[in-house]
Structure formats: C-alpha cells, structure tokens
C-alpha cells in the first residue's frame, strides 16, 4: 500500500483514533496500538498518513500526557486537527461455533488402551469506520467488516496395561491454539488497507492479492470512475502509462486532452486489443490500473509497482524501466522453404513483420543497385500506426487480389528494412521520401541510407529497424 500510495501521490493526511473496545473481554489485545503501527508501515515512503497521537485518559496518567495538558494550558504547544479519525470495535466472538470430538477405546484382559482428538473454531469479528473529524460523521462507504476463524484441538493417547501383580500407564497428549493476538492484527491490517484504500480511491484489493475482474471491485471502480475526483484518477493513470513505457518520466500533470497523453494512451489500448480512442474511458481506467502487483511460485510478492510485461519476460527480472520501452521488430522471410537466405530471380517473396509495442511503421525495399522502394505504408494498408503484436504481411499472401507482389529482380543482394518509430516519421523526412508506395525514392542508397535518412531526422534514440539480406541466384 504504501508503494501504490507514492505512485498516486497521495497527500499528507493527518488521522487520529477512538479507542477500539471489546465488550466480550474475550480478545484483550492492544487494537488501537495496532491501528498506529499498519498506518505507520503503509506511510514510509509515501508519508500518505500522520497519526496525531494525543488522549486524555485520567485512569491512565503518563509523562508524555501530563506534560501535553501543562503545555496546552500555557499556550506552549499547539495541536494540529486531524482531517479523519479511526472508530470501530469488536463486533462479536462466537466460540466453539465447530466442535468436532473423536473418541477410541479398547480393553482387553490384561491391556487397555484410548485415543482422543477434538478440534474447535471461534469467529472474531472487527468492525472499523473512518469518520471525519471537523463535523464528527461518519464517511458514508469508508468502512471495512471482517472476520476470521481461530482454530484449536489437541489429540491424546492412553496406554495401561498389568503384567501379574503391577499395572503401568501411559497417556501422551499434544494441545494447539492459534494466537488470537495475530488474528486480530491480520484483522487489523486488512481493515486499514480496506479503510485507506477507499479513502485515496486507489485500486487497494491488489495489494491483498486479489482479482480486480470480481464484481464488487468493478463496482468500486465505476463508483470511482464517475466521480468529480478526476485529478486523482488522472494523475494515477499516468503514473501507471509512465512505468508501463508509455510516457517519459515526468513529476508535471498532463491534461486530459494533452496530445502526448492521448498518443500514450491509443498505444495502450492498441497493445490491449481494445478499440484506440485516446481517451480516458472506464474499460481504459480498469486496464490502466491491473497488474501492480506479481506473486511468485510460493504466492510471496514478487514485484510490487507496475512495469512493462513485455519487458519483463524478456528481460526475466522486474527492473522498471526509467524511459519509454524500447521498440523491438520482428522482420522474417515467410517463404515455405529450408534455405530463406538465397532465391533464384523472379520467385515471388513473402515477408512479415511484427512490433513490440504499438508504433509508426516503415518499411523499404533495396535492389542489387541501391534503389529503394517503400513497401508500408501502402494502398492495402494506408496507417502507418502499427498495434503490438499484429502481424502485417508483405504483401498480403492471404488476400484474394493483392494490391501488389514482390518478386526478387537481377542477380545479387537484395535487402528489406524496416523502422519503428513512436512519432509519425513522414512529417520529418524530407520530400524526397514523400512519395506513393512502390514509387522509386531519389537520392537513397540502399538500406543503409534508409537508416541513416531515419536517424537524422528522428534522432538515434528515437527509431528501431531491422535489416533483412538475401541473394538472388540467376534464374536456371
């Protein structure tokens, strides 16, 4: 929580507690104290949570207490008002709700024996609220109501027996119980992420592990969704779309109708397969926000924050990366043949090529001589913008009538690149590249003056290509 806590830059927040009571006098735990240390954890870095720590108890009269009302009174000290407060208690404790007993005995002339085992359940429930502290209500929807079941049994064995005139006895037993003190704090813990979840409207269920697809989380979040808190809601989207490689990192709040978060947000939904927008829906805010957490084998957090999935199985660790992912294409020759490195002239070719992440595609053709022709954009696929993991054929074998096929020309090399890049690379070439596809491009010089053409205008940093190279055989 408290990680999720800094990525939604949750503020400051001043919180205080009522003394949490347990009218059966059967659960005598520190509860309060617990509430102060899961609040505490939940604040280390974040420092999302303050608790303003001040009582009066006149049973109870300690330093710290006795010095604080001297102060007060003088005008020495002055106490900050807290914005919400902690009020609940111990709803119930139903013991030995399950009581399962299991007797065994046999007798004999001269030996005796007997077997016992039982088991028994008690339910405890908590209750917690948060309320607001200027008007001294309870916040309508911030509250959490859980139980737990503590176990307990034991298991005996008796042994007797009598050899002539002397008998001997055995009995061995062994009890268990489980804590109720740790039950309780489990109690605790799962209240307050409950309770601080709902009050910063952050999506709390995956720090306990749990699937954000179940109902009542979906509700929550539509709730969310439909409120006027849209600062928040903007501002943990972009958090996420800036770990996930979507944005650069930056601490400035974009507009929702910024240009650079809208084309963030279209790579998104193109990479999730859903409809491309730009804009913040619900189906968008639901997706932006899964997967802040990973668990391994043995159900321990594996990674807690978001990142790059993609990434992240190729890399096989959880580094997060500190700029925009980088691009990655997949350009393969698809013809059903053993060799893919050597045609002989006129065998028609088949290509295909596929992205990483969704991207501005291009891509050339270079023959023997250094002539270059584009091959995408074209007439059977005019966008330039490429969705992750699509597979764009060169030129499209499964189509009825292609709008073109590409046959290898004269004996020697031919090459094939192709660039991905995040911006459309057309407004920054120069006009020479501006030309219809298939149409023949003045002034380049082969594959490698496509990538240099690329980088020049774009910048090194901001392109991925990859080059294909076969050799074309005279015709026998």
Partial sequence: MDKLFQEARVPT?????????????????????????????????????????????????????????????????????????????????????????????????????????????TVVGLELHLGDFKSRTIIPGLDSANEVVIGNGGQGLDLSGRIGKYGWDFNVGRDYAAGTGAAVRTLVELAMIELTGKWARVPYWQCLTLEQTHPAFQRQLREWYESNDSLTRQRLIQRSLMAQGYLPRSETLLLAN??????????????????????????????????????????????????????EKEQGDDTVPDTSAPLKIDLAIENPVIDKTRFYSGTPLFLSVRLSRASHLSCYHASPQGNVIRLLPNMSNPASLVSANQTIRIPDWMSPNPPFVLDTGVPGTESAICVATTEDPMQKLPATYRVPALTLIKGANGVEGVRQQFEQALGKDAIAYQTLNWQVLPKQ
């Fill in 13 to 121: 927040t001043l919180i205080s507690s009522k003394s949490i009571p347990d009218y059966s006098t059967r659960v005598p735990v520190a509860t309060k104290e617990m509430i102060i240390t899961a609040l505490s954890q939940m604040s280390r870095l974040s420092n999302a949570f303050r608790y303003v720590d001040f009582e009066v108890d006149i049973a109870r009269q300690d330093t710290v207490q006795n010095l604080t009302t001297i102060l007060l009174n003088n005008n020495q000290m002055q106490l900050q008002r807290p914005a919400l407060y902690v009020s609940g208690g111990m709803s119930f404790v139903d013991q030995n709700v399950i009581n399962n007993r299991m007797q065994l005995g046999t007798s004999a002339t001269r030996f005796e024996s007997g077997a016992s085992t039982n088991r028994s359940a």
């Fill in 258 to 311: 910024s240009p650079i978060l809208r084309e963030a947000i279209g790579k998104f939904q193109a990479d999730q397969g859903m409809v491309v927008t730009g804009i913040i829906d619900y189906t968008t805010y639901d997706r932006v926000l899964r997967n802040f957490v990973k668990l391994d084998e043995e159900g321990q957090f594996k990674r807690i924050g978001w990142t790059n999935a993609r990434m």
